[in-house]
């Protein structure tokens, strides 16, 4: 899934620059969200 996120904003941006930029975010999130429950899990 994660391959699938980072790969859509290379098919946007092939339409459109300002879509790749919109979907930096939602890029840095998901990330931050799996470093955050990789953390979490190698804790308990």
């Known amino acids: 899934m994660l391959i699938f996120i980072l790969l859509t904003p290379f098919d946007f941006y092939k339409h459109d620059k300002v879509a ?4 930096l975010p939602y890029i840095i999130w998901v990330y931050f969200a799996v470093v955050l429950n990789y953390v979490v899990r190698m804790l308990n």
């Not at 790749?20 to 979907?23: G, R, V």
């Open 20 to 23: 790749l930029l919109l979907m």
